[in-house]
């Protein structure tokens, strides 16, 4: 089945430490994104990548750094920089194309950190 | 910058009723617009995209609308039952990779 896969599903950290979320897709998409979810408030864009070896920065990228070394991966990784990183993280990919495109969402990643 | 707006923040009905959920959004020169369904804890799952060149698509018990001009979707559901129970959310899209925005959803109640 082809899909977006996040892991783990929780995720418990003490402040001070970084923390790498895993972001996996086997839909051969070539564009993929990281959001992060508040109550209350719409998804915001984190980081966003086009091609492998290749990212941008989205609304809210301080205290978040990404790597794309392949086409079916892109890992997060919440620093100690980042100053309120307790909340929901959603991994999205889409086809990439600016004539069309759908996005797809992977199950989310729930971060506390205390 | 692209700002959305879903009316209302939370609706809850009996089963059976015919619904519909609306969303603005400031900006309308957008590529398309994707209606989504989110499940407590869970990510999100697409229902409908609109191109900007459409009117309207159909999934079943659900049809969304677009009025590019006025800034405007509806998303319609027929027959309510107590699984279409979930957060909606509209995201239009505007050119460049980024910029999709997201309104904050409306939460759906079906009551059996």
């Known amino acids: 089945d082809g899909g977006i896969t996040q892991s783990p599903k929780y995720l418990f950290r003490k402040e001070g430490q970084n923390v790498t979320l895993s972001c996996e897709q086997n839909?051969?998409?070539?564009?993929m994104y990281w959001y992060r979810q508040d109550p209350g408030q719409g998804l915001r864009l984190i980081y966003y990548?086009?091609?492998?070896?290749?990212?941008q920065k989205g609304d809210i990228a301080e205290g978040y750094s990404v790597s794309r070394e392949k086409k079916e991966s892109f890992p997060l990784t919440v620093t100690s920089a980042q100053k309120n990183p307790t909340a929901f993280y959603l991994c999205?990919?889409?086809?990439?194309?600016?004539?069309?495109?759908?996005?797809?969402f992977g199950p989310g990643t729930r971060l506390t950190v205390t | 910058k692209q700002e959305v707006t879903q009316i209302p923040a939370a609706l809850s009905v009996p089963e059976g009723e015919n619904l519909v959920l609306n969303c603005s959004f400031t900006?309308?020169?957008?590529?398309?617009l994707q209606w989504f369904r989110q499940d407590p804890g869970k990510g999100l799952t697409s229902l409908l995209l609109?191109?900007?060149?459409?009117r309207e698509q159909t999934s079943g018990r659900l049809n969304a609308s677009l009025d590019k001009s006025s800034g405007r979707s509806t998303l319609y559901i027929a027959a309510s039952q107590p699984g279409d129970s979930a957060t909606y959310l509209c995201?239009?899209?505007?050119?460049?990779?980024?910029?999709?925005?997201f309104g904050t959803g409306t939460k759906l109640q079906v009551i059996p």
């Open positions: 999205a990919s889409s086809t990439g194309t600016s004539a069309y495109y759908e996005q797809y």
């Open positions: 839909l051969n998409h070539d564009a």
């Open positions: 990548s086009q091609i492998v070896n290749d990212f």
């Open positions: 900006d309308s020169a957008i590529y398309n």
């Open positions: 609109i191109q900007s060149s459409q």
């Open positions: 995201a239009p899209s505007n050119p460049g990779y980024q910029k999709v925005t």
